[in-house]
């Protein structure tokens, strides 16, 4: 089966909110006018005006087929097309919580286009994670989307919605709410406990209060800090906290999580980035073992094999505080969780010049290959003179022994000088200059690469918004096979002489790219 993730966030026809009549009240109007400083909310021809408001609008929606306003699907069998049930209402589940409303949608297919089924959930989550058997969608509250018993303020918190997916259809299991927001999926992980799946989650809770009644810098107070929680999914539909680690490393937020066996590992960052190792053996009774203090901050860990991590992110700034200005690799040796250490980093050589990689923020351009020991990422290298300039895939290999090897880079500038300026006949001024000084160079935009192997060679496919290069692991510098793609219109920085703000095309042909070898 395949499932698939849609978010609908449709906009409502102008028949269900006809702003235009339903909001003209010249009762609002002049009671906002004559008293604009007294008790409008308490004021009875307001409050009877948002009563004839509400009525107004609950007649219109009563009088409308819900089911005109759900998603249909077609099914398209060579030059056929056929509408399909797609969505019904009683498929769609609504939480009982106050907040602005999308519709998500989750749809398993056969991968013969057979046997669909959705269901739909009412709500805005923006945070996918799935194991074998259920899927999970995480909505951050953002302080905003329910207030706490007795009006008291609201806290920063995620509500969890599991569905389960083994069977022929997703289906609602249960939802479960944790203090704090996510960082991204790589922040929960499901795991068995004595054949019992429980969810372990790592959040962010960033909250501001007002300490009395003045909206002066001093009335408020921001509380930020960290937790790690287990929760149980009871069997009524309740996803409960059964363990939980709390406050952990406060004035600082997580900026990676990597969840292997019973084991978790947490990083936050401030000024320094102190990597946290958790035993999760007993899910009631998690355990903090240790905590490594090491300049910058891991955007991204990965596992090198069962005791060392490797991690990405950025390297500290003067004196190892803060931020610095180049991408930082690191092998972190977890084998002693009480003692966790780094044994090798890396950051590429580029004095006095700024690197990058779209890896940092991105897993799927993080490839590593450990049959090989080989990693491969995005980097871009911004220096003061173009000549100097890279913007390509790098390739290392990593042992514990020696650290990171750089094999070699494959340089995707060349395919952005054939994309922009040798097939473009719209590039205008100033980039036509750019074409002629070089700083075309960063212009390639690289973002994946894929290893092949056969029984001699390691090969590695790079791409970039430009096109794609075959290369052996041998020499990376020799392109073995090379494709521009079709020409696109420009990246979201280029402004070109449409005054109207819609853009320039680059080029005018959309046949096959140009492929050499």
């Known amino acids: 089966f395949i499932f698939l993730f849609l978010m609908i966030r449709r906009p409502p026809r102008s028949t269900l909110f006809p702003y235009t009549t339903l909001f003209r009240s010249d009762t609002v109007n002049t009671v906002k006018c004559n008293d604009p400083n007294g008790d409008i909310e308490n004021n009875p021809e307001v409050i009877q005006a948002q009563n004839n408001l509400s009525e107004k609008i609950k007649n219109v929606v009563d009088s409308i087929d819900p089911t005109s306003y759900l998603p249909d699907a077609k099914r398209i069998t060579g030059d056929t097309s056929e509408s399909i049930p797609y969505l019904a209402c009683q498929n769609i589940h609504h939480p009982e919580v106050n907040m602005s409303l999308g519709l998500q949608i989750i749809t398993s297919i056969s991968t013969d286009g057979s046997n669909m089924a959705t269901t739909g959930i009412v709500n805005n989550s923006h945070i996918v994670y799935a194991s074998k058997n259920s899927l999970y969608l995480v909505e951050n509250s953002d302080n905003w989307w329910w207030i706490l018993p007795n009006n008291e303020s609201p806290t920063s918190q995620s509500a969890i919605y599991k569905f389960a997916i083994s069977n022929d259809a997703p289906s609602y299991v249960a939802t479960g709410r944790v203090d704090g927001y996510i960082n991204n999926q790589f922040s929960l992980s499901e795991h068995q ?85 958790f035993d999760l053996s007993n899910p009631t009774s998690p355990k903090l073992l240790g905590e490594l203090k090491i300049p910058g901050f891991s955007t991204y860990m990965h596992p090198y094999d069962d005791n060392h991590l ?208």
């Not at 799946?197 to 909206?215: E, P, V, Y």
């Not at 950025?314 to 610095?324: F, I, K, Q």
């Not at 935009?445 to 001699?456: C, G, I, Q």
């Not at 510098?477 to 219109?489: E, N, R």
Request: glycine letters at 10%; one cysteine or more.
């Open 193 to 277: 406990y004595d054949s019992k799946d429980m969810l372990r989650i790592a959040t962010t809770q960033n909250d501001f209060f007002r300490s009395d009644d003045n909206d002066t810098p001093t009335s408020w107070r921001q509380v930020l800090t960290n937790h790690l929680s287990v929760l149980d999914d009871d069997g009524t539909g309740q996803l409960n906290i059964v363990g939980e680690i709390r406050n952990l490393a406060d004035n600082e937020s997580i900026r990676s999580a990597r969840f292997l066996g019973d084991r978790a590992f947490v990083v936050t960052f401030r000024n320094v980035d102190p990597l946290f190792t």
């Open 310 to 517: 490797v991690t990405i992110g950025r390297g500290g700034g003067e004196d190892g505080e803060g931020v610095g200005n180049g991408m930082q690799l690191q092998l972190v040796d977890v084998s002693d969780m009480n003692k966790p250490k780094v044994i090798h980093k890396f950051t590429p050589d580029a004095p006095q010049s700024w690197s990058w990689s779209t890896a940092e923020y991105d897993h799927k351009a993080f490839t590593f290959y450990k049959p090989a020991n080989l990693l491969a990422i995005p980097l871009q290298i911004s220096p003061d003179y173009a000549d100097k300039y890279f913007s390509g895939i790098v390739a290392y290999e990593i042992t514990l022994e020696s650290g990171f090897k750089e094999l070699g880079r494959v340089d995707h500038s060349d395919i952005a000088f054939d994309y922009y300026c040798q097939n473009n006949p719209t590039l205008i001024f100033p980039y036509t200059e750019n074409c002629n000084d070089g700083w075309y160079f960063q212009w390639a935009a690289p973002r994946r690469s894929v290893v092949m192997t056969d029984t001699d060679d390691v090969y590695l496919y790079t791409i970039s918004d430009m096109g794609l290069k075959a290369s052996s692991t041998k020499d990376l510098s020799t392109t073995l096979g090379s494709i521009v793609f079709p020409p696109q219109p420009y990246p979201w920085w280029y402004y070109g002489n449409n005054v109207g703000g819609g853009g320039v095309g680059v080029g005018v042909d959309s046949g096959p790219g140009v492929i050499t070898n």
